[in-house]
């Protein structure tokens, strides 16, 4: 993808270009060497979250173009399966607390559709020590890429119940399992969703697109379902 350079021609903006370069060559990179999807790049003022500059293929991925997300508010087209952890996360780098964070987070395209993705913020300051901006790199995740997880039959009516609210209890009784397996299914899929309870395991489940749309009791997809 082409680097598409910022409208700024500010000392400023020389002096904050340094950090940013070896940021992006590591998002392109697995651990093992595998390279991953590209990250596309804009920057945000630290003082309100609005989006200053951004690259092209940044403000494609929400289906705008880049006149239009110039003034949108970052965390309006971002949504998070913990919305405060994300603010916390913002605080601290705007406060000097952290210096960057990656955040798994969920954007919608020009379509309506959902898609993951891993969002990467840095602080930039000035060689005062004075905030500059941040530059957030967002890289759409493989489950972007493949159309989402796929769940058994047996997991995906465990999801199903968690999101209607039903207890431990109540899903054993009706799926015929003991509360163990429930327990365990439910403790494999808070794993492999990467959430930290049951609440948001549901709100990652939605974010993923995992539901159908206007559908209660919420029900999974016939596709993410093997």
Known sequence: MATTSFPD????????AAPVAPARRDL???????????????????????????EPEFARQFGLSVDEI????LLELLRSPLPAQLREQFTALCSGRSRRFKERVTGRDGTGRDFPAELTAVAVRQPSGEMAAIVVFLRRTEEAATGGPVLSALDAQVLEGVASGESTVQLASRLYLSRQGIEYRVGQML???????????????????????????PRVLPERVR
């Open 9 to 16: 021609a500010s000392p400023r903006k020389k002096s904050a």
């Open 28 to 54: 392109g990179r697995e651990p093992g060497g595998a390279t991953q999807a590209p990250a596309c790049t804009a920057h945000v003022s630290p003082a309100d979250m609005v989006v200053t500059a951004a």
């Open 70 to 73: 110039c003034g949108r508010g």
């Open 191 to 217: 794993r492999r969703f990467d959430a930290p309870n049951r609440p948001a395991l549901v709100a990652r489940a939605h974010a993923l697109g995992m539901f159908a749309a206007g559908q209660w009791p």
